[in-house]
């Protein structure tokens, strides 16, 4: 199995004009303002949520030095921290991702328990899973490199979940003949898979690291990207289809991406240059405020200049993206290198992204983070 350290360096990593026929209505992305979140755990960058409480949008990180969830509002101010710390069995895992609902249940996933919680930290429900005892157990329940979310689901009353085969390496095409997500019924301690597919690149030719996977609810769809294609698979919680669309490549896009070859599996500078000079499509954010979504793209880079030096993944630049409700292009605004976009958060007054710009405090165990926020406004 793919391990979490290994996953998490390459998150670490990861972290001509646009024509739109579609639609009279262009949304331009403005950057409005920057926030900086003072005192901060120092650890808290592992997983996070976005979620309403009480009618107030929140943004959750977990704290995975205290093993605690810090809630903060727009201003960075701490509004709770839930605290999992003494519940036994789960104060010895490693937490991967979680869904806050709500204070009476906070789904958690770690990387051999799902359990619920709420904000006093009183544990409602656990199971174990990805034991893998026998020969059947051939599925692990989580995404590699940690870069997927789970979602709960009131209408199936039950939890979407990341997946991966265990007994076949990411080299082979069977890798990818098997869903990346699939829902938890936590009634009846069951895998349940769901029609969500890689595209068919991935069947075709081995891309390495570029395989990873990004997920998000906006209302009734579950929405899943990849890192190398504009390929999207969107399944409908009520319907309980799928449907795939491909959205417009970034006007930044400007190299094809490549495959890579399979004697270099497993060789983690092989695949560092792989996903240096590949373009790359992350993190997707929905904006409810708005209707639409945001995109992150990633630059491909030459590995070697013309003047004779290299470049490593931080010469890559990022792009942000927008895209209305049907995910057609609406706009495009270059960051350049100094965002951590997979930190990106919604607020009703825009989207949060967080710079490279962090301080330590006296205090060796807190930071300050300063995020710059954007948000899209119409033009005729």
């Known amino acids: 199995m793919k391990e979490c350290l290994y996953g998490l360096c390459i998150l670490a990593l990861i972290l001509s004009s646009c024509k739109n026929d579609v639609t009279s209505i262009r949304s331009k992305i403005l950057k409005i303002d920057s926030v900086t979140f ?4 120092y650890n808290t960058l592992s997983c996070y949520d976005n979620p309403v409480l009480n009618g107030e949008r929140s943004i959750a990180i977990n704290n995975s030095k205290n ?8 201003t960075g101010a ?31 996933q770690f ?14 429900y656990a199971f174990s899973i990805n034991q893998l005892n026998t020969p059947d157990d051939t599925i692990v329940i989580g995404n590699i490199g940690g870069v997927g979310k789970i979602n709960w689901s009131e209408y199936l009353r039950k939890l979407f979940v990341g997946q991966y085969p265990y007994t076949i390496s990411n080299d082979n095409p069977d890798y990818y003949k098997i869903p990346v997500i699939a829902t938890w019924d936590i009634q009846n301690n069951r895998l349940d898979e769901i029609p969500v597919y890689y595209p068919d690149m991935y069947l075709k ?24 294609s504009t390929d999207l698979e969107i399944y409908n919680i009520k319907t309980q289809k799928t449907a795939h669309i491909t959205h417009q490549k970034s006007r930044y896009d400007t190299l094809a991406i490549s495959s ?5 599996k497993g060789q983690m500078d092989k695949i560092f240059e792989h996903l240096t000079i590949s373009p790359l499509y ?54 350049g290198k100094s965002y951590l976009t997979y930190y990106s958060f919604i607020m009703p007054d825009g989207l949060y992204i967080m710079t490279n ?22 033009t005729k």
């Open 357 to 378: 710009k962090h301080t330590k405090s006296k205090n060796e165990n807190r930071s300050s983070f300063t995020f710059n926020i954007f948000k899209p406004v119409s």
């Open 38 to 41: 003072d005192d901060v755990p």
């Open 67 to 74: 093993k605690s969830i810090v809630l903060f509002n727009n």
């Open 111 to 124: 990387n051999d328990q799902i359990a619920i919680i709420d904000s006093s930290g009183n544990l409602k």
């Open 260 to 264: 890579l070859n399979q004697n270099y």
């Open 282 to 335: 992350t993190n997707i954010v929905y904006d409810p405020y708005n209707d639409g979504f945001y995109r992150f793209f990633v630059t491909g880079v030459k590995l070697k200049n013309e003047d004779g030096t290299y470049n490593g993944y931080f010469d890559k630049d990022y792009v942000l993206m927008l895209f209305d409700k049907d995910f057609n292009l609406q706009d495009e605004v270059f960051l």
């Open 78 to 108: 701490n509004l709770v921290t839930i605290s999992y710390a003494n519940i036994k069995g789960l104060s010895e895992s490693y937490l991967r991702c979680f869904d806050l609902v709500n204070y009476d249940s906070i789904f958690l």
């Open 205 to 228: 030719d081995y891309y390495g690291d570029a395989s990873y996977c990004f997920n998000e609810q906006a209302n009734d769809d579950i929405i899943t990207g990849f890192l190398g």
